[in-house]
């Protein structure tokens, strides 16, 4: 076993980022469908790993103690260039998203427990392959696998919900961009970085007018994350014991947006490109690592009818997006982003859905209503929705009653 320390777990991640960066810059089907460089480069420690382990008989471990701290901080910093002003303009649509949203959870958990049904699987583990993993992310799924284990006793309950929410983080980040291409060459739609653009869906670049950033406004924009890392902690801690538990990104996000929008009547002037910065290399760091955690071996003994489980909702989730997410957002750039969003989190998470959208506007040009109503809607709205369909769907006879 080869355990590497916290320093040398990191400086793997960045060497796991910067071949990512080189195979999706220069190999083409990676760099055409806008494929984020953390899935490139972790899958490919991850393969790497497994060959090492299965033939080397050599296991590599990795600290990744400080992987949830990179997560509150990616989302303060998302809170931080969370411009309201430009949140009143995207307003039609957040409720055209969350319109498309709501039935697709009903739908999601339907192709689950359709799929169980074909393969004579209890109802539950069809809904462990729908939202709760795949929309609910790891900390939902394993929340889910604790009763399902407890009360109904399903074996291997856990390490299935925490296979699909791993391979739903997987391929949420490796649909997005190829959906979201297809619907730009389809629809002939252009990013404002894109040859030939024809500036009909141009947003007010804010960030343009800013002076160059400095070593002091990085500083004053890593301050004012670690302030929202903090205080959304302390609120969480709050309102731990309330009826309705919120995930504690939410704390930090929300608070980032205070900042953001409150600090500037009192005199506070964020850059927000360092912001952007440091919140893309926080997201960065999160992805690589979770990618090359991965357990290959894991996934190889759980396959089976739970990857075909998964091939099937992929095949949905991405039919949605195209044909009903983006015709519902205007049919313009913004809602090709936002499709590609979608796809991160409903088959992985809000952090994949991010991803996915700097892979796109990295390539094409900026979407900044796609960044304010996806995160708003991935890291709040859907928890609660989400929760609202599971718990009418166990309650039915047929779901948990077997």
Known sequence: M???????????????????????????VLARYSIPDPI???????????????????????????????LLLFFGCIGLTANLKLLAKGGPRLIAFLLALIPFLVLQNAVGLGMAWLLDMHPLMGLLGGTIT???????????????????N?????????????MGLVLGGVVGGPVAEWIMRRHKLRGSLDPQADGSHDVPDLAGAQAPSTAASFITSMTAAFVCLVAGGFLATLVEGAPVSLPNFLWCLATGVLIRNGGERLGLKLDDRATEIIGTITLSLFLAMTMMTLDLSSVARLAGPLALILAVQTLFCALYAAWVV??????DYEAA???????????????????????????HGPAPQAF??????????????????????????????M
């Open 2 to 28: 080869i355990s590497l320390s916290p320093v040398q777990s990191l400086l793997a991640c960045c060497l796991v980022l910067a071949i990512g960066r080189v195979l999706t810059s220069r190999i083409g």
């Open 134 to 152: 795949l929309v609910g992310g790891h900390g939902t799924g394993a929340a889910y696998a604790t009763r399902f284990a407890d009360v109904n």
């Open 372 to 401: 304010i109503v996806v995160p708003v809607t991935g890291a709040f709205l859907v928890d609660i929705l989400n929760v609202i369909v599971l718990t009418s769907l166990i309650s039915l006879p047929f779901v948990g009653g």
């Open 326 to 331: 983006f015709r519902l957002l205007k049919r």
């Open 337 to 363: 982003i936002m499709s590609a969003a979608f796809c991160g989190f409903a088959l992985g998470a809000t952090a994949t859905a991010i991803a996915n959208m700097q892979a796109l506007t990295r390539r």
């Open 40 to 70: 490139v480069g972790g899958l490919l420690f991850a393969v790497a790993a497994y060959l090492l382990s299965t033939w080397g008989g050599v296991s590599v471990a990795l600290e990744t103690s400080i992987k949830p701290t990179l």
């Open 154 to 166: 399903i074996q291997d309950v856990m390490a299935l919900a925490m296979t699909a929410a791993t």
